[in-house]
């Protein structure tokens, strides 16, 4: 198949099961086009099937903001045309979804058709477009999907919840390359940065309010009183400054590492002892996933789709969001007993395996091809 994929190329967990799904797809035989406004950081490396096209939006003094929406329609239309795209695969509804339904319909009058599916990631649905500035417009163009998947069970209801839609949303899961997140033996940093045998809590966000980052520094100032321990927060955003105060006037910044964007993420995880995600909302929550890949048990909120990928007392534990104390409880009973560690370690593994990108892929191909059929019925 010739496919097309439309993501936001920084990062960001949309950005990323996007392009780590167009690599899997090229290396399966598809022909894989991202059309972005940047080359997405995960392609890093050369496949023969994958192919970069860059959206380029026009800067004119008229503009106050410019008319990105166009100029990826615009993309669309001219790359589906000159590549014979079979299908086109939008990643977060806004503005792709809409763009693509656009271009949908301008290649239709020159007699090109092209079906698209749009994968909802969660922010575009639970924060942003639900907002009435975008709603009209996120739901329309959600209906007007050839297909429409979303990255969770939860995400899915949400959807049906806050908009008006006639279409039936397939579940595929977001997945793991287990080639690249794999425990590695990285002993000698350990010895390093925790040279008495302190544990290692790591927190990786964009650092959003969402993230709720404060609770982790909270949770963290009572971990590190019965039991020794670091804290690596890795990441960068508009939370940053107010973190980096809350820590001061904690006063653990000594135990509390800021790394800030790290590509490398799975080499701090493979020390790592314990993942905290203490979201406000997650549809999914990649970046817990990817934690138990590498062995790392996952403290989080049970908000959103987290519930699907943190079991409560196997591979981790959940709490109410805000509830730092709680939070705080779960990780001292999981850290101040070795083999109960190694119990929860070896559990989030275990349940990270059903995300095996070998597992999810035949169910994107065969998705694919049903959108296919039933447009050209
Ligand atoms: O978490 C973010 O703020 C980034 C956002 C994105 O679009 O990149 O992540 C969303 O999509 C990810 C991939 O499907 C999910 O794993 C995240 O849970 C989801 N974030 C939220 O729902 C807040």
Redesign the pocket.
């Known amino acids: 198949m010739k496919i097309g994929i439309v993501c936001?190329p920084t990062y960001?967990?949309?950005?990323?099961?996007a392009t780590e799904l167009g690599k899997a797809l090229a290396k399966n035989g598809h022909q894989v086009h991202f059309i972005t406004y940047q080359e997405p950081v995960r392609l890093d490396s050369f496949n023969e099937n994958i192919f970069y096209h860059e959206v380029s939006a026009l800067d004119y003094p008229l503009f106050q903001y410019q008319p990105y929406e166009s100029a990826l329609a615009s993309k669309i239309v001219d790359v589906a045309k000159f590549e014979k795209l079979d299908i086109l695969h939008v990643h977060?509804a806004i503005p792709h979804a809409s763009s693509a339904l656009m271009a949908q319909n301008i290649l239709r009058e020159s007699g090109y058709n092209l079906p698209f599916v749009t994968?909802l990631?969660?922010?575009?649905i639970?924060?942003v477009g639900k907002d009435p500035g975008y709603k009209p417009v996120v739901e329309y163009s959600i209906n007007h999907s050839n297909g429409i998947t979303s990255?969770s069970n939860n995400?899915r209801e949400d959807t049906y919840k806050y908009f008006n839609i006639n279409k039936e949303i397939e579940v595929i899961p977001?997945f793991i390359d287990f080639a690249r997140f794999k425990k590695t033996d990285k002993d000698h940093f350990k010895k390093a940065i925790a040279p008495n045998g302190e544990k290692i809590l790591i927190h990786v966000?964009?650092f959003?309010k969402?993230?709720r980052v404060e609770d982790v520094l909270r949770m963290f100032d009572l971990v590190v009183k019965k039991i020794p321990s670091k804290l690596f927060l890795v990441g960068d955003g508009p939370e940053r400054m107010n973190i980096e105060m809350l820590c001061r006037s904690l006063g653990n910044c000594d135990q509390v590492r800021f790394l800030g964007k790290q590509d490398a993420v799975e080499d701090l995880l493979a020390v790592s002892d314990l993942f905290i995600l203490p979201?406000e909302?997650?549809?999914?929550?990649?970046?817990a996933?990817e934690a138990m890949a590498v062995e790392v048990p996952v403290i989080s909120s049970n908000a959103?789709?987290l519930p699907e990928i943190n079991i409560q007392g196997k591979t981790g534990f959940l709490s109410n969001v805000g509830d730092y104390k709680d939070m705080a409880k779960n990780a001292i009973y999981i850290l101040e007993d070795e083999t109960r560690l190694k119990e929860f370690k070896k559990n989030a593994y275990t349940h990270a395996k059903i995300f095996d990108i070998k597992n999810i892929l035949p169910l994107y191909e065969a998705y694919y091809n049903k959108v296919r059929s039933n447009y050209n019925s």
């Open positions: 936001y960001g967990g949309s950005g990323v099961i977060y994968t990631h969660g922010t575009d639970t924060l990255v995400l977001n966000s964009n959003r969402v993230k979201s909302t997650e549809s999914f929550g990649l970046a996933l959103g789709g």
